[in-house]
C-alpha cells in the first residue's frame, strides 16, 4: 500500500480552479483548470491532473498517496446569483410574515456611497421564500431585558406552541411542493423548546407522507439574537446549500474514483476546514478569499510581524484582508449579495480592480474610468476580449511575454494589444499611447492604494507598523505600484502566489465553531460573588457548545479524545455600539479571578489595535456572545527551510533581457525564471521574473532577496 504523503487545496473560483499539492517535506506543485460550473468534479480533475503532471505522476497516483484534499467550490454562490436555489417554505411565530418581504428595509446593501444617497435606486432583494409559503404558527417565548429585576427571565413561555398551526403548515407547504422546510421561531435563542418541537412534527409528517423534504431549524444554525440577519441565514442554509453539497459530493466521488480513501473537506467563511456532510454548510458560502486571508495568518508565524495586510490582486477584483494581532477578524453579522447574514465570516473588503477590468474613455471629457466590467480570463483584446483592459496595457509596456502567459498555454496578441489601445484610449485623448497607458497604471494603483489605505487610518492603525502579503495571479506584477503608493513597514511575495488562496485552503485548520448569545455585564463596582456567579454561567454556556461540537464531530467519526476546543467572547464597553471578538484562555471560569483574567484578555486585544488611552474600563464591560472552537488535528504544509545560495542567482535562471516601459522611458529589464531561483538570491531591478501563473516587475529602485523559506521580500535600493 502506497504511503500517505501529500495534501491536495483546490481554490475553485468563478474563472480558475487552482490546485496546491503538497508532500510531507513541504515541497509543493501547482496545478489550474478552467472552472466547469456545471460539473465542478471535471475541472477538479483536470486541475489535480496538471498538478500532478509536474511531479512526473498521474492524477490518480496523488489521489492514491493524499492523506487529505480539501476543495472550496462556488456552486452556492452561483445558485444565489443565478435564482436557481430549492423551493423553499417558512414556519414563523405569528405576527411576523412580513419579515422576508421587509428585509428590515435593508435595500441600500452594496450600493457604493454615491448610490445610498438616492432612494430611487434603492431595490430589495429577490425573494428568497415566497409569501404563499410563509405560514404562521402561534407561540412565544420571552427573551428577558436589561431590566431582569423588573422582567421575566429569558427562555419563558408567554404562549404555547399550537401543534395544529403546525400541522396545518407543513400539509399545506408540502402541497405546493416546497423542497425544503424552513422553521423560525423569534425567542428560540433563549430556549428552542417551541422550535425544535416544530421540527419534530414537521418531520413526522415529511416521514409519513414519504417525500424528500429537509426541514432545517433556526438554532441549528444560529442560536443567536437579531431575528432578521438569523432569518436570512436560514432562508440560505435551506437555499442553496443542499444544491451545493451534490456539487461537492460529486467531487468527492470523483476523488473517491481515482483510490482517494478519505471524506473530501471544504472551507468555511470564517476559517475551518470542514467534512462536505457539515450541517451548517450554508456557512461555506465564501471561501477563495478566505483561503488567502488564512495563508497569511499561516504565514505570520514565519514572519517577524503580527501585523500582515493581505492583498490579493485577480483578474477581477482587488481583495483586501487585515491580520492584527495574529488574529482574523470575524464579521458577525456580513453583507453578502445584497443580504445581512448572521454567521461568521473573515473580514474581506473587495473593490472591483484587477488586470481584466475595463478601460473606458469619455471622448468629450477626456476623461478615463476604470470597469466595472472585467474580462476575467479573457484578458484583453490581446486575447479573447472585445474592449481594451488593463491586460492590454501590461502586454504593450513590456511587462508580459505574450509567449509565457500561463507557461505559454494561451498566446497573447500584442500587436493587436497596441493597435485596439491606440484607437481607442490614446487617439481619443491625443496623447501619446504608452505615456497614457502608464497613467491608466497609476489609476489603478492609485484605487488600490486608497483601498489599503482606508482600511487602515480608519481603524486608526500606522501602515508603517504592517507587512504587506501581495498575492494572486497579478499581485507581484503590480507590487511595484502598491510599494510607491503606500509606506507599509515591509512587502513579501511567495514564488506560489498565483495559488496563494488554494495554499491557504491546505493551511486551514480542522475545527467546527459554535457561537450563542449571552448577556452579561460587569461593572468596576461588582461584586465578587456577583461577579463569580456571572463566571458560572459562563462556564455552562461554554459547556454547552462544546457538547455540541462532540456530537456533531462524533457524526463525523471522529472520537471525542481527538477534540479539543478554544473559547473566546464578543466583548465591549458598556455603552459602546460594536463588539471585538476576543479569544480567552479560560473555559471554566469559576471564581472573580477567573473573570478578571477572562476581562484581561478583552483589554490585551483592544490595545493591540487601539492606542491604550482609548480604554475606557471605568464604563464597566458587557459580553454579548460567546462561542467555541471544536479542534481536530489535521497535517498542514511544512514552511521548508532551505540553505542559501549566496546573493548571486544561478545562470541557468536568466532569460535574457527584454525593454519595458516606465517611469517615461523605455529600459531593459533582465528577465529570470523564478522557479530557478534559489534561497538567499538578490535580483536588482529594473528586472522581471516570470512564472508559468504570474510575473514580478521590479522597478530599476528595487530588488529582491529571497530568504531561507524561498519568502520574495521587495527592498528599497
Known amino acids: 500500500m502506497a504511503e500517505k504523503q501529500y495534501l491536495i487545496a483546490l481554490d475553485a473560483g468563478g474563472t480558475m480552479t487552482d490546485t496546491f499539492a503538497v508532500d510531507k517535506e513541504g515541497k509543493f506543485i501547482l496545478g489550474k483548470a478552467l472552472t466547469n460550473h456545471e460539473d465542478e468534479s471535471k475541472s477538479y480533475l483536470e486541475s489535480v491532473a496538471d498538478a500532478a503532471n509536474s511531479w512526473g505522476m498521474a492524477s490518480t497516483d496523488l489521489h492514491r498517496q493524499a492523506l487529505s484534499s480539501t476543495y472550496t467550490g462556488t456552486s452556492m454562490l452561483n445558485a444565489l446569483l443565478t435564482r436557481r436555489g430549492s423551493k423553499v417554505g417558512l414556519l414563523i411565530t405569528r405576527g411576523f410574515a412580513h419579515m422576508p418581504i421587509m428585509e428590515r428595509g435593508l435595500t441600500w446593501i452594496g450600493h457604493s456611497y454615491e448610490d445610498i444617497l438616492h432612494q430611487q435606486l434603492h431595490e430589495h432583494t429577490p425573494w428568497l421564500v415566497e409569501p404563499q409559503n410563509i405560514k404562521e404558527i402561534q407561540e412565544r417565548m420571552g427573551v428577558g431585558s436589561y431590566y431582569m429585576q423588573h422582567h421575566t427571565y429569558p427562555g419563558t413561555e408567554f404562549i404555547p406552541l399550537l401543534e395544529e398551526d403546525v400541522v396545518t403548515g407543513v400539509n399545506e407547504l408540502l402541497d405546493n411542493g416546497v423542497e425544503v422546510i424552513g422553521i423560525l421561531t423569534i425567542g428560540c435563542y433563549t430556549n428552542p423548546m417551541h422550535e425544535a418541537r416544530a421540527a419534530e412534527i414537521a418531520r413526522e409528517i415529511v416521514e409519513k407522507r414519504g417525500v424528500e423534504v429537509g426541514v432545517v431549524a433556526s438554532h441549528e444554525i444560529c442560536a443567536v439574537a437579531s431575528e432578521n440577519e438569523r432569518l436570512k441565514t436560514l432562508l440560505f442554509q435551506c437555499y442553496i446549500s443542499e444544491i451545493g453539497r451534490k456539487q461537492l459530493m460529486k467531487v468527492e466521488a470523483a476523488a473517491k474514483g481515482e483510490g482517494f480513501e478519505y471524506d473530501l473537506m471544504t472551507l468555511l467563511s470564517y476559517g475551518a476546514a470542514a467534512n462536505v456532510r457539515y450541517p451548517k454548510l450554508v456557512e461555506a458560502i465564501v471561501s477563495g478569499p478566505t483561503g488567502g486571508l488564512l495563508g ?8 517577524d510581524s503580527s501585523g500582515i495586510v493581505c492583498a490579493d490582486l485577480g483578474g477581477t477584483t482587488f481583495d483586501a484582508g487585515l491580520i492584527a494581532g495574529g488574529l482574523l477578524p470575524v464579521n458577525k453579522s456580513p453583507d453578502f449579495a445584497g443580504h445581512r447574514l448572521r454567521l461568521p465570516m473573515v473580514c474581506i473588503d ?64 500584442k500587436k493587436r494589444a497596441l493597435q485596439m489601445l491606440e484607437e481607442r484610449m490614446a487617439k481619443p485623448l491625443g496623447q501619446d499611447v504608452y505615456e497614457v497607458s502608464s497613467k491608466v497604471l497609476d489609476l489603478l494603483h492609485s484605487d488600490m492604494c486608497g483601498h489599503i489605505h482606508g482600511m487602515l487610518l480608519s481603524k486608526g492603525l500606522n501602515p508603517a507598523e504592517f507587512t504587506m502579503l501581495v498575492y494572486g495571479g497579478s499581485g507581484p506584477l503590480h507590487a511595484w505600484g502598491l510599494d510607491r503608493g503606500l509606506s507599509m513597514g515591509q512587502l513579501i511575495m511567495v514564488p506560489w502566489a498565483a495559488a496563494f488562496s488554494a495554499f491557504g485552503v491546505a493551511a486551514a485548520e480542522y475545527f467546527h465553531r459554535y457561537d450563542k448569545a449571552v448577556t452579561f455585564f460587569l461593572t468596576p463596582d461588582m461584586t465578587d460573588d456577583i461577579k463569580a456567579m456571572q463566571g458560572g454561567v459562563l462556564s455552562m454556556t461554554w459547556q454547552e457548545l462544546e457538547e455540541r461540537g462532540y456530537a456533531e464531530l462524533e457524526a463525523e467519526g471522529i472520537s471525542r479524545d481527538a477534540v479539543t476546543f478554544r473559547h473566546g467572547m464578543s466583548c465591549r464597553y458598556i455603552g459602546q455600539l460594536s463588539n471585538w471578538e476576543v479569544p480567552v484562555g479560560i473555559g471554566r471560569p469559576q471564581t472573580a479571578e477567573d473573570v478578571d483574567k477572562i476581562i484581561d484578555a478583552f483589554e490585551k486585544y483592544y490595545v493591540s489595535i487601539y492606542p491604550s488611552g482609548a480604554r475606557y474600563p471605568e464604563a464597566g464591560y458587557q459580553i454579548t456572545e460567546v462561542y467555541v472552537e471544536a479542534v481536530v488535528q489535521k497535517t498542514r504544509p511544512v514552511m521548508t527551510i532551505y540553505p542559501l545560495q549566496g546573493e548571486v542567482p544561478p545562470q541557468a535562471a536568466s532569460k535574457g533581457k527584454r525593454q519595458a516601459y516606465m517611469d517615461g522611458q523605455w529600459s531593459d529589464f533582465d528577465i529570470w525564471e523564478m522557479d530557478l531561483l534559489e534561497a538567499g538570491n538578490r535580483i536588482d531591478g529594473p528586472a522581471i521574473i516570470e512564472h508559468t501563473m504570474t510575473t514580478m516587475v521590479i522597478p530599476p529602485q528595487n530588488y529582491v532577496e529571497f530568504d531561507e523559506h524561498k519568502f520574495i521580500r521587495y527592498l528599497k535600493k
Open 350 to 413: 473587495s473593490i472591483g480592480a484587477g488586470t481584466g477590468t475595463e478601460i473606458h474613455v469619455d471622448e468629450a471629457t477626456k476623461r478615463i474610468t476604470l470597469g466595472p466590467i472585467s474580462a476575467g480570463s479573457a484578458v484583453g483584446t490581446c486575447y479573447t476580449h472585445p474592449d481594451i483592459t488593463v491586460g492590454d496595457i501590461d502586454l504593450i509596456l513590456g511587462y508580459l511575454n505574450e509567449d509565457y502567459f500561463l507557461g505559454g498555454k494561451a498566446k497573447l496578441n
Open 296 to 303: 497569511g495568518k499561516y504565514m505570520s508565524e514565519f514572519l
